[in-house]
């Protein structure tokens, strides 16, 4: 997405040697405070969460989808229902946070969501219709979709050199 910003690849350090390092707007990314002093686990749990029900039950997905952009951006005092801000509302406001954080010049962020596609033609037709539904909801959202996976050789001799580029070995290990 930075290309299609055009500004500088913001990625998150990766937690270890073997791991690919991830785009800062990548969605769900880590939040500001969580379960753990780091957010990493928070943030394995979301994207796992997220990407096992849009595999398993598109109908969960769209929920638990709106659920993490509310919780990433919406504080959590008026997310409680003692807030009295309607659901539309909430959703309404995030969109308007997306947008104000794409429209940044010089280091605007498009926060995207990549999709793994099923080769089965019905299911990926299911997806791709909630894709778009969510598109319409969220506009300042690209929703990506991986064409093909290349074999996992492949992708570690290609890209293994950027992730020990960017990899900052803790001090204890220095």
């Known amino acids: 997405m930075a290309g299609a910003d055009r500004r500088a690849a913001r990625l998150r350090p990766p937690a270890t040697r073997l791991v690919f390092p991830e785009g800062e707007a990548c969605l769900p990314e880590p939040p500001e405070s969580g379960r753990d002093a780091d957010g990493q686990q928070f943030a394995r749990d979301w994207r796992t969460h997220l ?22 951006f919406i504080p959590s005092d008026l997310r409680s229902p003692g807030a009295g801000i309607a659901e539309q509302e909430l959703l309404d406001t995030v969109v308007a946070q997306l ?7 010089d280091g605007g962020l498009t926060y995207y969501f990549i999709a793994r596609m099923p080769e089965n033609p019905e299911a990926r037709r299911q997806r ?8 319409q909801a969220f ?22 050199k950027l992730r020990d580029l960017l990899y900052e070995a803790p001090e204890a290990d220095r």
């Open 128 to 135: 791709e219709d909630l894709l778009a539904e969510l598109k």
């Open 139 to 160: 506009p300042p959202v690209a929703f990506l979709r991986l064409a093909g996976a290349e074999p996992l050789k492949v992708e570690w001799e290609r890209y293994g």
């Open 51 to 72: 990407l096992e029900t849009f595999d398993a039950d598109l109908d969960r997905f769209k929920g638990a989808f709106q659920d993490y952009l509310k919780e990433r």
């Open 99 to 105: 947008r104000q954080e794409a429209g940044v010049r």
